[in-house]
Every structure is written in C-alpha cells, then in structure tokens.
C-alpha cells in the first residue's frame, strides 16, 4: 500500500524537503503551520499548500499534523531536540507509528517499505530538525533520503495532482 498524501509543517530542512519532493513526485501534500506561516526563515512560500493553525505556535502545528496522519516519519540529525522530540511525544501520545531514522545513517529503504505497508500509512508525516542545525545539510540530506524512498514505491505510487492550494 502506496503513500498516498505528505503531511509536513513548512519549516526549513526536513519539512520542506518533504514537501518539495512530493511535489516533485505528483504526491497530494499539506498540513498544518503557524498562523502567519511563519517559520525560521520569515514567510513560508504560499506554493507549499499548508493550512494555518488558529495559534502562531509551533507546538500546535506539530501535534495537529501527528494527529491528522497515520504515522510519522522523524529524520534526525544527531539526537532529537526541540521541536523534533516533541514529535515523538506527540506521535506516542496519539499512539501513531513512528518511525526515527539517522540521516548520517539511515535504516534500510526496506525497512521503510515495511513500515508503511505494516502500518497501513497512506496519509504520512514527515518531520524533522530546521536546516540551521547543520545550514547547507539537512535540507539536501533529507531530499536524498525520501527521494529514493518515496520513489521506491515504484509503480505502485499512486500519482496524484498536489492538493489544491490557497
């Protein structure tokens, strides 16, 4: 069973790598950000189809998109700090799959086929540490990553036009 939508909040590195690959892929994308669509770089881009939450608040953008998914996927980059630990206490409070991998080193794409096909995720969170935790790296690591494993899906990706957008 394909992904079939990406869920991201739109703050720089893994969250707009997420982003730009699904929409380079045809995979529908969206979910929650900030009101104001703020993020640490100033404004996110109106392309990225997002949503804004009621509050100008981080937190509450990252528990509504592990809310509103069948499971996140976490790249980290070293241990897990900020708002990327609280990923996965929300993904354990919801009781969602979660899924952490090192981008230094990360899990076989197999083991992420597994896990989407195991736990059925056809709407998936995508979520991770803002590219000024290593500028210039975060960002084209975790583009690699989903790339080859979204991309893996092969045939059995169902393409989509992207979501609609405001």
């Keep these: 069973m394909p992904v079939k939508t990406i ?8 969250d707009r790598a997420a ?7 045809k995979i529908p994308c969206g979910g929650w950000c900030p009101k104001g669509r703020q993020a640490e770089d100033g404004a996110i881009d109106p392309m990225y189809p997002l949503q804004e939450t009621p509050l100008a608040n981080y937190a509450q953008r990252t528990e509504w998109n592990v ?15 900020g708002g990327t630990a609280y990923t996965i206490e929300c993904a354990k409070s919801y009781r969602r799959p979660l899924l952490i991998g090192e981008m230094k ?20 969170n995508v979520a991770g540490p803002r590219e ?6 975060i960002y084209r690591e975790a583009r690699q990553i989903l790339t080859d494993w979204l991309g893996a899906q ?13």
Excluded: M, N, Y
């Design 7 to 14: 869920i991201s909040g739109g703050q720089t590195g893994v």
């Design 19 to 25: 982003l730009d690959i699904a929409l380079e892929l």
């Design 67 to 81: 809310r509103d998914t069948d499971g996140t996927l976490i790249l980290t980059w070293g241990s897990p700090s």
């Design 105 to 124: 080193k990360p899990p076989l794409k197999t083991v992420f086929l597994q896990w989407i096909t195991e736990h059925q995720i056809q709407t998936l």
């Design 132 to 137: 000024s935790l290593a500028p210039g790296v």
């Design 154 to 166: 092969g045939s059995k990706l169902e393409k989509h036009k992207p979501a609609s957008r405001r």
